[in-house]
T-cell receptor, first 113, second 114 residues
Framework: NAGVTQTPKFRILKIGQSMTLQCAQD?????MYWYRQDPGMGLKLIYY???????DKGEVPNGYNVSRSTTEDFPLRLELAAPSQTSVYFC????????????FGDGTRLSIL | AQSVTQPDIHITVSEGASLELRCNYS??????LFWYVQSPGQGLQLLLK????DTLVQGIKGFEAEFKRSQSSFNLRKPSVHWSDAAEYFC????????????WGAGTKLIIKP
C-alpha cells in the first residue's frame, strides 16, 4: 500500500550544488507530476509526464530537469541550486489526466543556503 | 485562462461549529472539481470530487461539497468540525483544454478553536 514514495524527506543544499529528488509510484499510473509549494501560493506545476519517455514543462520549469525511463519512477533534478528553489516539493501520479484524482507523496522539504 | 479562487486565506472555527470553505473558478464548460486536504507535514489527500450528476457530493471525513454552475462555485462544507480537521484545504479544477494540468487554488488554512 505504498502509493507515491518520495525521497529524501528533508535536505539542505548549498548554493550551486545539485541533487535529485526521487519519486516512485506502484499504482501503474501513466501520469506523473512534480509540484512545488510555497507558503500562500498553492501548488505550482514544474514538470509532468504522460508516460515513460514523455515529459513536458509545467508552469515553473526553469532550474529543473526530469526524466521518465520507467512507468514507476519520475526523478526531479536541480542542477545549480539557488535560494529561490527553497520550497516543498511534491510528486503526484494519476490514472488519467484531469478526470481522475492525483495521488501525492509526502513531500521533500528543501532548503538552499 | 482558467483560474481558481479561494477567497479566504485562513478561517477560524470553534470545535463543533459548522464550516464552509469557498471555491470559485473561471471556466466556460463544466470542469472536473476536486477538494484536497493537507495536514501539517503531509502530502495532499483527496476529500471529494465532482465530475457530473448530482451536484451535492459526499466525501471522506464527513465533508460534502456542492457544485453551483450559476455561481461557478464548489464550496466545501462540514456540519460539525473536529479539532483533527485543522489543516489546509485546496480546491482544484481540471478542464479539457487545461493542457494536462489541474489548476489549484492558493489554499485555505482552517484553525479550530477549542
Amino acid at each position: 500500500n505504498a502509493g507515491v514514495t518520495q525521497t529524501p524527506k528533508f535536505r539542505i543544499l548549498k548554493i550551486g550544488q545539485s541533487m535529485t529528488l526521487q519519486c516512485a509510484q506502484d499504482m501503474n499510473h501513466n501520469y506523473m507530476y512534480w509540484y512545488r509549494q510555497d507558503p500562500g501560493m498553492g501548488l505550482k506545476l514544474i514538470y509532468y509526464s504522460v508516460g515513460a519517455g514523455i515529459t513536458d514543462k509545467g508552469e515553473v520549469p526553469n532550474g529543473y530537469n526530469v526524466s521518465r525511463s520507467t512507468t514507476e519512477d519520475f526523478p526531479l533534478r536541480l542542477e545549480l541550486a539557488a535560494p529561490s528553489q527553497t520550497s516543498v516539493y511534491f510528486c503526484a501520479s494519476s490514472r488519467q489526466v484531469i478526470n481522475q484524482p492525483q495521488h501525492f507523496g509526502d513531500g521533500t522539504r528543501l532548503s538552499i543556503l | 485562462a482558467q483560474s481558481v479562487t479561494q477567497p479566504d486565506i485562513h478561517i477560524t472555527v470553534s470545535e463543533g461549529a459548522s464550516l464552509e470553505l469557498r471555491c470559485n473558478y473561471s471556466y466556460g464548460a463544466t470542469p472536473y472539481l476536486f477538494w484536497y486536504v493537507q495536514s501539517p507535514g503531509q502530502g495532499l489527500q483527496l476529500l471529494l470530487k465532482y465530475f457530473s450528476g448530482d451536484t451535492l457530493v459526499q466525501g471522506i471525513k464527513g465533508f460534502e461539497a456542492e457544485f453551483k454552475r450559476s455561481q461557478s462555485s464548489f464550496n466545501l462544507r462540514k456540519p460539525s468540525v473536529h479539532w483533527s480537521d485543522a489543516a489546509e484545504y485546496f480546491c482544484a479544477v481540471g478542464a479539457v483544454d487545461s493542457n494536462y494540468q489541474l489548476i489549484w487554488g492558493a489554499g485555505t488554512k482552517l484553525i479550530i478553536k477549542p
